[in-house]
């Protein structure tokens, strides 16, 4: 079945590295996302990667595939307080209309 | 830029009451999508439409509908709300073709009461 596996909470340091786990199960899935959440508000796409790829790096983030594992991570270089969030994992299997299949969220907080 | 506006942020209402959520986007996409959000459970889809007038049911349709009867607007109903139906309700919508990523409204959290 489909299913998509993360930690719930990660504490960090401000200005230290942030790292962000996930496993997905459906090895079909082409599309690997992260999704931020901040307080009160929806989900913003915050960046995705192509499953023939194994890195993906987009200024302080930095994204890594190892797609025999179906492990997924998130880097968060210089983490910030304003990146205090849920961190949403999301695949994209390939059967049906575009739907995600979305793990539960990573509540990272961020203290001086 | 894609816009997704979800007509309320905060709605309260009582047991047995007929609700509508509402949800419209400005980019002209062809699938839009339903979830509630629960603390620990992470998503997940009550409902989907992938053209005017079509709907498919996700993992948890029970006790809502929903309506697609302009492209630009998807409602959600819950016919007679209960308190577990209590959470936040978030809208979304993508471009036809797989593998498009979707775009979120700021969610609805909705109270019943």
């Known amino acids: 079945g489909e299913d998509v596996e993360q930690s719930l909470f990660l504490s960090v340091r401000e200005g230290d590295s942030s790292v962000i786990n996930c496993t997905y199960t459906?090895?079909?899935?082409?599309?690997l996302y992260w999704y931020k959440q901040e307080p009160g508000a929806g989900l913003q796409l915050l960046t995705y990667i192509f499953s023939n790829m194994d890195m993906k790096q987009d200024q302080r983030l930095t994204v890594l595939l190892n797609k025999k594992d179906k492990h997924l991570s998130l880097r968060i270089a210089d983490t910030q307080t304003g990146d205090s969030a849920i961190y949403f994992c999301a695949e994209s299997p390939q059967r049906g209309y575009n739907k995600l299949i979305f793990g539960a969220g990573t509540r990272l907080a961020v203290h001086p | 830029d894609v816009k997704v506006t979800q007509s309320s942020r905060y709605l309260v209402k009582r047991t047995g009451e007929k609700v509508f959520l509402e949800c419209v986007q400005d980019?002209?996409?062809?699938?839009m999508f339903w979830y509630r959000q629960d603390p620990g459970l992470g998503l997940r889809l009550i409902y989907f439409s992938y053209d005017v007038k079509m709907k498919e049911k996700g993992d948890i349709p029970e006790g809502y509908s929903v309506s697609r009867e302009k492209k630009e607007r998807f409602s959600l109903i819950l016919e007679s709300a209960s308190t577990n139906q209590t959470s936040m309700y978030l809208c979304?919508?993508?471009?036809?073709?797989?593998?498009?990523?979707?775009?979120f409204g700021d969610g609805t959290r909705l109270s019943i009461l």
């Open positions: 980019m002209d996409h062809e699938n």
């Open positions: 979304a919508s993508s471009p036809r073709g797989s593998n498009q990523p979707q775009h």
């Open positions: 459906d090895s079909s899935s082409t599309y």
